[in-house]
Nanobody, 130 residues
Framework: QVQLVESGGGSVQAGGSLRLSCAAS????????MGWFRQVPGKEREGVAS???????SYADSVKGRFTISQDNAKNTLYLQMNSLKPEDTAVYYC????????????????????????WGQGTQVTVSS
């Protein structure tokens, strides 16, 4: 059973930084896509960033140049380094994982439809004040 546990959320002023972590366990995929999503109450979930098991990354336009997704395979942990935070980055952030099987890595995009059938964490709140 795949389990994803996010941590690192909190409150920060605009211009500040936070690093989110997602500890993953219970998966045996050798080819996978892992990513970060965020959601504000009353709005649709937004894909933020994705990383393929081969290291290929993808970002939403709204976070390019400010956020960096990375993974530590030894620790089975996914990270999201968020710099130059803005009030509009306020949301609950979720991590997700999807086995790629025969899907090409080019499909591992931020917000990819592939995640619909993936596994998800419970989320961590990020609040950015102006």
């Amino acid at each position: 059973q795949v389990q994803l546990v996010e941590s690192g959320g909190g409150s920060v002023q605009a211009g500040g930084s936070l690093r989110l972590s997602c500890a993953a366990s219970g998966y045996t995929y050798t080819s996978y896509c892992m990513g970060w999503f965020r959601q504000v109450p009353g709005k649709e979930r937004e894909g933020v960033a994705s990383i393929h098991s081969d290291g290929t990354t993808s970002y939403a336009d709204s976070v390019k140049g400010r956020f960096t997704i990375s993974q530590d395979n030894a620790k089975n942990t996914l990270y999201l380094q968020m710099n130059s935070l803005k009030p509009e980055d306020t949301a609950v952030y979720y991590c997700a994982i999807r086995a790629m099987f025969s899907f090409g890595s080019y499909l591992c995009l931020a917000g990819s439809w592939l995640y619909v059938r993936g596994d998800w964490g419970q989320g961590t709140q990020v609040t950015v004040s102006s």
